[in-house]
């Protein structure tokens, strides 16, 4: 189905994120993956019909992997991914949408993803 133009909304909000790990790729790009929960609230319309609500959270797990490509941007090889995975029981509407696994993703056209070294501790 197509949702027209200014007819859909989305705001997912987060808590509780963590660092998963920090790696270094074979191309030397750095790799962070990040995992944790967030509120997901989901408005689409079509027409007269509209389902979700921009109030109304409804509770998913994620994972992002970042890749900082070096200054510059996307044009420098960063990029995200975002997947969100929707329980039925819990997220109702955003599973219907979505189905049980979405990723979104994009060109980057404005920013920077900034990976710095991972920290070692000492074990105390």
Do not use: W
């Not at 109030?55 to 996307?74: C, M, N, R």
């Not at 819990?90 to 980057?108: L, V, Y």
């Amino acid at each position: 189905m197509v949702i027209p133009e200014h007819n859909f909304f989305m705001a997912m909000y987060s808590n509780d994120m963590a660092v998963v790990s920090i790696k270094q790729a074979a191309d030397g790009k750095r790799v962070a993956k990040l995992s944790g929960q967030l509120g997901c609230a989901t408005q689409a319309g079509t027409g007269a019909i509209t389902v979700g609500s921009r109030e109304a959270a409804e509770p998913a797990f994620f994972e992002i992997e970042a890749v900082d490509g070096g200054p510059g941007g996307g044009a420098a090889g960063d990029s995200f991914a975002f997947t969100v995975y929707f329980d039925p029981a819990q997220a109702p509407t955003n599973h219907a949408i979505f189905g049980p696994k979405a990723t979104f993703t994009g060109e980057m056209v404005a920013g920077e993803v900034t990976i710095d070294a991972p920290v070692t501790l000492p074990l105390v």
